[in-house]
């Protein structure tokens, strides 16, 4: 019996829950950006139906059934929020009624927070960090019994600096920039649109993601090589890693396009489609989420199901997609018990084929390039 062959064949990929925010996300934005171009919405109608993953590469249509990708959204979107509480004095407090009409009246007399004032007082909030170091590596250089935890880092040739989770251990100095663990039963979200996938989300501390214009920033400082390292935990308490001896991310303007060197660990060099048949390496793959769409699907084939977009298909998540491929560490969490075949799930292909992973950590290392790489 194939993948998921016990699931209903249209069950989502994802949960019920995750499939209203991903609706939610596509609609905000699509309301946005009718907004910006007077009317006339490019985004692609939210939510389609997923089915549990047989076999979770996609296989490119043939010439002859492909159709147009949907058009790229212009602009970004950002979330808007505002809002204002007040209290008065115990003594000298006015009728709730009349309090409410005069909330009312300040709340509508405030401006709503456009993206350019959100970006902002993100870069106020990180000009008044004052940075530890270029990045974990240099710190654990500097001092190699500097213990594990989080740091500010200002990368070479970046404009601000940041806080990080310094992973120190045995071969210490890992920055990392993305780690699952579900949360305690409450995982954090990877639904997400571009605009957060490109800043970040979650706590540097425990579940997040670091954000792509850091991790640009990260793989591209002047003398050094990156290298990559994925740890993956599954609910056996078993571990396996996966190592890349170069690593870069191109910059946004060619939607940050995943470079990697050689392999080596024991996990399956899943990014490359290590054996298995159909699958398209990902690596040279343009990062796509749930409302930039630059994967290689026109569609994409799986059983008898074609699609055009695999973030949508893969739960909603932001990831480097070729024609799916068999890596996908943003998929939903799912809890033990209910973490079987399902198509939306947190997997490496090459070692989980079958069953969604407990936690994972992504982190990036920078070593000085000899004078003979130069």
């Not at 996609?58 to 809002?83: C, M, T, Y």
């Not at 649109?193 to 800043?199: A, G, I, S």
């Not at 990697?260 to 390496?281: H, I, K």
Request: hydrophobic share 30%.
């Amino acid at each position: 019996m194939g993948r998921g062959s016990h699931r209903h064949p249209w069950k989502p990929g994802g949960s019920s829950e995750s499939t209203q925010r991903i609706k939610a996300k596509l609609e905000a934005g699509s309301r946005s950006q009718k907004d910006l171009s007077g009317g006339r919405s490019p985004w692609p109608k939210a939510g389609s139906n997923a089915v549990p993953r047989s076999h979770y590469q996609a296989n490119p249509v043939p010439p002859s059934l492909k159709r147009h990708k949907q058009p790229e959204p212009q602009g970004e979107w950002g979330k808007l929020a505002s809002g204002r509480q007040e209290t008065a004095h115990p003594r000298t407090m006015a009728p709730v009624t009349q309090v409410s009409f005069v909330l009312v009246l300040i709340l509508l007399s405030l401006p709503p927070i456009s993206l350019g004032t959100l970006k902002r007082r993100v870069l106020v909030n990180a000009a008044k960090l004052k940075s530890q170091g270029k990045d974990c590596s240099q710190i654990w250089t500097d001092n190699p019994k500097s213990p594990s935890g989080v740091y500010v880092i200002r990368p070479e040739g970046a404009l601000d600096a940041f806080r990080a989770y310094c992973d120190m251990g045995e071969d210490g100095g890992w920055t990392v920039f993305q780690r699952r663990t579900g949360g305690n039963g409450k995982p954090l979200a990877f639904d997400r649109v571009w605009w957060e996938y490109n800043h970040g989300f979650g706590d540097v501390e425990g579940e997040h993601w670091l954000g792509l214009s850091k991790l640009y920033s990260l793989t591209h400082q002047p003398g050094t090589r990156a290298q990559l390292k994925l740890d993956l935990h599954n609910f056996e308490n078993e571990s396996r890693h996966a190592l890349y001896d170069s690593f870069q991310i191109s910059d946004g303007s060619s939607f940050y396009m995943l470079k990697l060197g050689r392999y080596s660990g024991n996990a399956g060099d899943s990014f490359g489609g290590e054996n298995w048949t159909g699958a398209a390496s990902q690596v040279g793959s343009a990062f796509s989420t749930l409302d930039r769409d630059h994967d290689s699907c026109n569609p994409c084939l799986s059983g008898d199901i074609t699609f055009n977009e695999c973030s949508q298909w893969n739960g909603g998540a932001g990831w480097w997609f070729s024609n799916c491929g068999v890596a996908n560490l943003h998929g939903d969490w799912h809890p033990e018990g209910d973490h079987k075949s399902w198509s939306s799930d947190i997997h490496w292909g090459t070692w989980s084929p079958t069953e969604s992973l407990k936690a994972t950590e992504m982190k990036v290392k920078t070593v000085v390039i000899a004078a003979t790489e130069a």
